[in-house]
T-cell receptor, first 116, second 114 residues
Framework: GAGVSQSPSNKVTEKGKDVELRCDPI?????LYWYRQSLGQGLEFLIYFQGNSAPDKSGLPSDRFSAERTGGSVSTLTIQRTQQEDSAVYLCASSLARAGEGYGYTFGSGTRLTVV | AQSVTQLDSHVSVSEGTPVLLRCNYS??????LFWYVQHPNKGLQLLLK??????LVKGINGFEAEFKKSETSFHLTKPSAHMSDAAEYFC????????????FGTGTRLKVLA
């Protein structure tokens, strides 16, 4: 597609339920990143994919968080047993090769997750 | 470790006056630096980027930024603010080791007064 697509745009879930957030990057972008934007915390890095592998998962806050990427394209971020502190906007970004080489990222519009 | 500090959490300017959003970075090697803008309920949009070419970088919508190594700064400027510039602005440094993940500043919310 023309941009990075994320779904759903909004998700309200009950505490303790599992949620899946989807990211469809720009076609041909090999690098994919997940970030979380929450009040008082700013933008935090969660995980980085290069192709289907995740060489950097250092930002995942707990073992309740996991992510995968298939076919070098779509990525899913899964949060198990959601807690209220998981409420945030989850942003996905993709990049041609690696962002530090000057391409920059293209961000999706995010999924706003609210845990009640 | 890399980091960025945005010196002002809020900036207010009158329409038609200059904009200055300040950013200082810390990096153990030559960084890649970016400015992103986020309008309310919208995604992050790249304004401009510095990747060790020209130190004065021009971006979209009349914004520019100057990389000053001696001052470790990458301030964002615009000669004349427009109402549509009201948004949150993020200064970003890219980790050049391996993952190229972004380290974001805490953001500056720009308000433009009529």
């Amino acid at each position: 597609g023309a941009g990075v697509s994320q779904s759903p745009s909004n998700k309200v879930t009950e505490k303790g339920k599992d949620v899946e957030l989807r990211c469809d990057p720009i076609s041909g972008h090999t690098a994919l990143y997940w970030y979380r934007q929450s009040l008082g915390q700013g933008l935090e890095f969660l995980i980085y994919f290069q192709g289907n592998s995740a060489p950097d998962k250092s930002g995942l806050p707990s073992d309740r968080f996991s992510a995968e990427r298939t076919g070098g394209s779509v990525s899913t971020l899964t949060i198990q047993r959601t807690q209220q502190e998981d409420s945030a906007v989850y942003l996905c970004a993709s990049s041609l090769a690696r962002a530090g080489e000057g391409y920059g990222y293209t961000f999706g519009s995010g999924t706003r997750l609210t845990v009640v | 470790a890399q980091s960025v500090t945005q010196l002002d959490s809020h900036v207010s300017v009158s329409e038609g006056t200059p904009v200055l959003l300040r950013c200082n970075y810390s990096s153990s090697y030559s960084p890649s630096l970016f400015w992103y803008v986020q309008h309310p309920n919208k995604g992050l949009q790249l304004l401009l980027k510095y990747t060790s070419a020209a130190t004065l970088v021009k971006g979209i919508n009349g914004f520019e930024a100057e990389f000053k190594k001696s001052e470790t700064s990458f301030h964002l400027t615009k000669p004349s603010a427009h109402m549509s510039d009201a948004a949150e602005y993020f200064c970003v440094v890219s980790d050049l080791k391996g993952t190229y993940k972004y380290i974001f500043g805490t953001g500056t919310r720009l308000k433009v007064l009529a």
